[in-house]
């Protein structure tokens, strides 16, 4: 069973900036996802951005130009840069390692963007 573990939540103001981390308890080979999703009070769990073993990465719009996912594969680490937030990036953000038909999630961790 993999475990992930995120770190890097917390609250900033509007425009500023946080580092999301996950890491994996196991080392993954083969064709695998890692990223992140996030869930705001009373609405679904929305993709966020994620990237494929090989580096391709994938986002939402609604962070297109603000946000940047990358990787450490040979640490099974995935960060993610966000900048400029706004008070809609609020949400728990949640680590995910798709494996296959396999989903794994982290516990979430929590940003707020208020001033």
């Known amino acids: 069973q993999v475990q992930l573990v995120e770190s890097g939540g917390g609250l900033v103001q509007p425009g500023g900036s946080l580092r999301l981390s996950c890491v994996a308890s196991?080392?993954?080979?083969?064709?695998?996802?890692m990223g992140w999703y996030r869930q705001a009070p009373g609405k679904e769990r929305e993709l966020v951005a994620r990237i494929r073993s090989g580096g391709l990465s994938n986002y939402a719009d609604s962070v297109k130009g603000r946000f940047t996912i990358s990787r450490d594969s040979a640490k099974m680490t995935v960060h993610l840069q966000m900048n400029s937030l706004k008070p809609e990036d609020t949400a728990i953000y949640y680590c995910?390692?798709?494996?296959?038909?396999?989903?794994?999630w982290g516990q979430g961790t929590q940003v707020t963007v208020s001033s």
């Open positions: 196991e080392r993954i080979v083969g064709i695998y996802f």
């Open positions: 995910n390692l798709q494996l296959g038909s396999l989903d794994y």
